[in-house]
């Protein structure tokens, strides 16, 4: 038996004061994740820093320094599409 989801519009349009309100929580929340996404680059960018040290052997190293480069670039990317949403609902007009 197969079930299908749907969603339902509402019946009513939402209170414009409630919809600015719920835009700004969603901005500010997207804001606030910078510094977290920001200690995750900094712990990437330390792998990497390890990997690279004289004492670690040259295959280990290798493989933590591609993981470190994969992390940062899925933060880079991760960051660029949290600012366009923050954008997005700073920008966007007003309900």
């Known amino acids: ?25 969603v901005a500010s929340g997207l804001f606030e994740m ?26 280990p190293g290798a493989a933590f320094d591609a993981l470190a480069d994969t992390i940062i670039e899925k933060l880079n990317a991760l ?4 600012h366009r949403l923050w954008k997005l609902a700073y920008v966007s007009p007003r309900v």
Do not use: F, H, Y
């Open 34 to 59: 910078e510094s977290t996404m920001l200690e995750v680059s900094n712990l990437a960018m330390a792998v990497r820093m390890m990997a690279s040290s004289d004492d670690m052997e040259s295959e």
């Open 1 to 25: 038996m197969s079930q299908t989801n749907t969603i339902e519009k509402p019946e009513e349009k939402p209170d414009a004061g409630v919809m600015a309100e719920k835009i700004k929580e």
């Open 79 to 82: 960051s660029e599409d949290r």
